[in-house]
C-alpha cells in the first residue's frame, strides 16, 4: 500500500517498499510527472541508493578484511523490512534498520531514516543517516528519480533539455561494460548550460558529473518552458540517466560513486564515501519543485 502526501498543488505517493517515491501528480492537469516504472523498460521509480551508488567490481567488496557481496545500488532497493515511523497529510517518515540479514552485506549497524515533506509544489526528500555502530561507519547515499519524459502525447524527447543553474565545463566519466567507472572522460559541458535530450544521449550509460558548480537543474520543454526543477544542495556528483529510446529522464543526486574499473575492492578505499563516527548521524536532501 502506497502512503499519501496532499498539497493545495500535487499528490504524492510514496511505496514503503524500498521507501521508494512512486508518483507525483498535479492536482489541476493530472498530470503524472513520475517515470510509471514500466517493467518491460525499466522497473524503478525513484530508487534510494545505499550504502552505495551504482556496481561494485565484480559484485563484492572487502571491508576488514572480509569479503562482503551486494547488489547494484545496495540493500534498500526492493527491501519490504522499512517500518512507517509518522505519516500526516504533508509528511511522511520511513526508516530501514540493520538486522543480521544485513550485516552479511554490510557489516555496519545502519539505522536510515527517510522523510518526504509536501509544501505547495515542492517535495523535499531528506535522508538521515544514523550509525548505531561502536565503530566508524563507511558509506555512500543518492537519489534516483525518474521523470516521465515527454509529459504528453503529443511531444518529442527532442522537446526537452536538463538545463544547469549556470553555465558549466565539465567531461561526463566513461562506463564499461560492467557499470563500472573508467578512468577516461569524454569533454561534454564546454560553459555550457544545458544539455539537449535526444534518443542516442545515453546509448554508453549515464552522464556522471563530478564537478558541476550548480546545484539545482531544470527539465526544460523547448516551446512550454521549465516542467521541474531538482535542486541538491547536499549532493557532490550527478547524474543523468535513461534506458535508450525510453520515455523518462533521471536526474541522480549522489554522494558517491560506482567502483572504478580498476578498483582493488577495499571498501576504505572506495570513491566517494561518507565517514560517519558512532552515535551520529548526517542528514543529506533533495527537493523537487513541479513548475
Not at 28 to 54: R, S
Not at 121 to 147: C, R, W
Not at 204 to 233: N, W
Request: aromatic share 10%; hydrophobic share 35%.
Amino acid at each position: 500500500m502506497n502512503f499519501t502526501l496532499e498539497s493545495t498543488d500535487l499528490s504524492v505517493k510514496i511505496n514503503p517498499v524500498g521507501m521508494e517515491l512512486s508518483s507525483i501528480q498535479s492536482k489541476t492537469t493530472g498530470l503524472e510527472y513520475l517515470w510509471q516504472a514500466d517493467p518491460a523498460i525499466w522497473k524503478g521509480h525513484a530508487p534510494v541508493l545505499f550504502p552505495i551508488v551504482g556496481a561494485l567490481k565484480g559484485g563484492y567488496t572487502t571491508i576488514n578484511g572480509k569479503k562482503y557481496e551486494m547488489p547494484k545500488h545496495g540493500l534498500v532497493r526492493n527491501s519490504s523490512k522499512p517500518k512507517l515511523i509518522s505519516h500526516t497529510n504533508t509528511t511522511l517518515a520511513l526508516r530501514l534498520t540493520w538486522d543480521e540479514e544485513s550485516l552479511q552485506k554490510y557489516p555496519y549497524k545502519f539505522q536510515l531514516d527517510m522523510v518526504f515533506s509536501l509544501v505547495g509544489n515542492t517535495l523535499t526528500i531528506k535522508h538521515i543517516v544514523t550509525n548505531q555502530s561502536d565503530e566508524s561507519m563507511l558509506y555512500s547515499i543518492g537519489g534516483h528519480p525518474a521523470f516521465n519524459c515527454p509529459l504528453l502525447p503529443d511531444e518529442k524527447y527532442a522537446d526537452y533539455s536538463i538545463e544547469f543553474a549556470q553555465p558549466e565545463t565539465d567531461a561526463t566519466w566513461l562506463i564499461d561494460e560492467a557499470g563500472l567507472i573508467k578512468n577516461q572522460t569524454k569533454p561534454f559541458l564546454e560553459n555550457s548550460s544545458s544539455i539537449h535530450l535526444r534518443g542516442s544521449l545515453f546509448d554508453d550509460d549515464a552522464l556522471i558529473f563530478k564537478y558541476l558548480k550548480s546545484r539545482e537543474v531544470t527539465l526544460r520543454h523547448q516551446s512550454k518552458g521549465a516542467i521541474l526543477s531538482v535542486q541538491f544542495e547536499d549532493f557532490e556528483y550527478l547524474g543523468i540517466w535513461a534506458k535508450p529510446g525510453a520515455p523518462f529522464v533521471c536526474i541522480e543526486p549522489w554522494l558517491g560513486i560506482g567502483d572504478s574499473s580498476d578498483s582493488n575492492q577495499q571498501f576504505e578505499e572506495k570513491e566517494g564515501l561518507l565517514n560517519l563516527e558512532p552515535n551520529q548521524s548526517h542528514v543529506k536532501t533533495y527537493s523537487i519543485t513541479i513548475l
